[in-house]
């Protein structure tokens, strides 16, 4: 059973720094993509970043320049180094990796940046 298990979140004053890691395991098998997705109260889901195994990465312009995801791909992990943040940062911010197999998405890790 493949599963996404995320780490990283919490809380930071504005101006400050996280970053988010997350391992997927259990016979994931070929991945084509792996990204973040944030999703924030009363809010659609919304990409944040993502990378491809063909080596493509698209960021959402409102984390460009401020937001890096990079992958171990040994390891099958994705990360998020997100600095600068900002109030309108805040949200629950999901892993997702796109496989041959199917979708799957992480439990989500709450990232809050306090003002």
């Known amino acids: 059973q493949v599963q996404l298990v995320e780490s990283g979140g919490g809380l930071v004053q504005a101006g400050g720094s996280l970053r988010l890691s997350c391992a997927a395991s259990?016979?994931?098998?070929?991945?084509?993509?792996m990204g973040w997705y944030r999703q924030a109260p009363g809010k659609q889901r919304e990409m944040v970043a993502t990378?491809?195994?063909?080596?493509?990465?698209y960021y959402a312009d409102s984390v460009k320049g401020r937001f890096t995801i990079s992958r171990d791909n040994a390891k099958n992990t994705v990360y998020l180094q997100m600095n600068s943040l900002k109030p309108e940062d805040t949200a629950v911010y999901y892993c997702?990796?796109?496989?041959?197999?199917?979708?799957?998405w992480g439990q989500g890790t709450q990232v809050t940046v306090s003002s």
């Open positions: 997702n990796t796109a496989t041959g197999g199917g979708n799957y």
């Open positions: 990378s491809t195994s063909g080596g493509r990465i």
């Open positions: 259990g016979g994931i098998g070929s991945i084509n993509a």
